[in-house]
């Protein structure tokens, strides 16, 4: 099967595996749970947990893996994400659990979104 979308986010299984065609460049995030990622002619072993990105860097084949019941995000290389959305963003959440607001000022609006 063969999907494209602008962005694709993804919940695996533990052991249930992500095949990318062509990933180069793209950016993928670990929204929660851990990954192991091998991309063809590369030795190292990539583990990312959640919170953490990866860029892919190697032409042809790459395995997302699941270590864990997990959740990945995957961007296009043409498409990064912009950092001050996904700090704001962050921030946010750690406020809601804390459930008081953040006052956003001048700083933040700023900030890309």
Request: proline letters at 4%; one cysteine or more.
């Amino acid at each position: 099967m063969y999907i494209r979308l602008d962005t694709a986010a993804v919940c695996l299984t533990k052991d249930q595996t992500l095949a990318l065609t062509d990933a180069q460049g793209a950016l993928i995030s670990c929204q929660r749970g851990a990954v192991w990622i091998t991309q063809d002619n590369d030795q190292r072993d990539i583990v990312l947990t959640s919170g953490e990105s990866f860029r892919f860097d190697r032409e042809g084949e790459a395995i997302v893996s699941a270590l864990e019941h997990s959740a990945v995000e995957v961007l296009p290389a043409s498409q990064p994400r912009p950092v001050g959305a996904v700090v704001r963003h962050r921030i946010e959440r750690a406020y809601a659990t804390a459930a008081i607001a953040p006052k956003w000022g001048a700083a933040a609006a700023a900030m890309p979104q």
